[in-house]
C-alpha cells in the first residue's frame, strides 16, 4: 500500500488506522505548502488536489473516511469495523455526525482565517461556525460520559477519526467547556500505535521551512 500524506491534515487519521493494523505501508509525502498537490501528476491520481489518498494494488481509494472504514473492513479480523448490524449503524452515525456536525464548523473557522486570501475573508463566520461547533460537542460530550469509545466496547475507526477532530478543535481552543471531550481525546492519543499530533506536525512544518 501507499499512503499520500502530508503531516497536518486528515492524513493523520489514517496513518493511524494503518499503525494500529500493523499494516506496512509506503509514505509518500506531499508539500502542500509547496504546491505539490496541485501538479499534474498528483491530480492524475486525486483529481480533487486533496490528501490523504491510499493506493492499494490498482485500487486507488479517497476521503480519509471512506479510506479508515475500507481498511477496517479489508481486515476483519481487527474488529475495528463492527460486524454487528446495529453497531455498524452506530459507527456509521458517529462518523457522519464527526464529518458534518464537528469538522464543517472547523473548516469555516480555517477558511475564514487563513485559507481564503484576506479579502474574501468573512469575520463574522467565525463566531458562527464557533457556536455551530460548540452546540454539537455538548451531544458528543454528553454521549462520551460513561463510555470508553464512541462505538461500542472497543476501539473502532470511529475514534481515530474522531479524535483527530477534537484535536484539531483543541487546537482553535474550542474544547475549553468539554473535560469529557479533552480525556477521551488524551486517552486516544496515549495509544501505543497513536499517530502524531497536529500541533507536533505544524511544529516540524515550521522547522523545516526555517
Not at 46 to 69: M, Q, W
Not at 86 to 108: D, G, I, K, V
Not at 140 to 165: P, S
Request: no cysteine; glycine share 4%.
Amino acid at each position: 500500500m501507499k499512503l499520500y500524506e502530508f503531516a497536518p491534515t486528515r492524513s493523520i487519521r489514517v496513518r493511524w488506522v494503518l499503525q494500529e493494523l500493523g499494516v506496512e505501508f509506503e509514505a509518500i509525502s506531499i508539500n502542500m505548502q509547496a504546491g505539490e498537490h496541485r501538479t499534474p501528476d498528483f491530480l492524475t491520481i486525486n483529481p480533487t488536489g486533496k490528501l490523504p489518498v491510499l493506493i492499494d494494488g490498482e485500487h486507488i481509494i479517497t476521503e480519509s473516511v471512506a479510506i479508515a472504514l475500507y481498511l477496517g473492513e479489508k481486515y476483519p479480523e481487527s474488529n475495528l469495523v463492527p460486524t454487528e448490524l446495529l453497531l455498524r449503524a452506530q459507527l456509521y452515525r458517529w462518523l457522519l455526525f464527526t464529518a458534518t456536525e464537528l469538522e464543517q464548523p472547523l473548516w469555516r473557522i480555517a477558511r475564514h482565517t487563513f485559507i481564503y486570501p484576506e479579502e474574501l475573508r468573512l469575520p463574522a463566520e467565525i463566531p458562527l461556525a464557533r457556536q455551530d461547533f460548540t452546540s454539537m460537542a455538548v451531544v458528543l460530550e454528553n454521549h462520551l460520559l460513561d463510555r470508553q469509545f464512541v462505538v461500542g466496547e472497543h476501539v473502532t475507526v470511529a475514534d481515530f477519526v474522531l479524535a483527530y477532530t477534537l484535536d484539531w478543535a483543541n487546537e482553535v481552543q474550542l474544547l475549553a467547556t468539554f473535560p469529557t471531550l479533552v480525556d477521551y481525546m488524551e486517552r486516544m492519543y496515549k495509544r501505543p500505535k497513536a499517530s502524531g499530533r497536529i500541533a507536533a506536525a505544524l511544529a516540524s512544518l515550521n522547522q523545516t521551512s526555517q
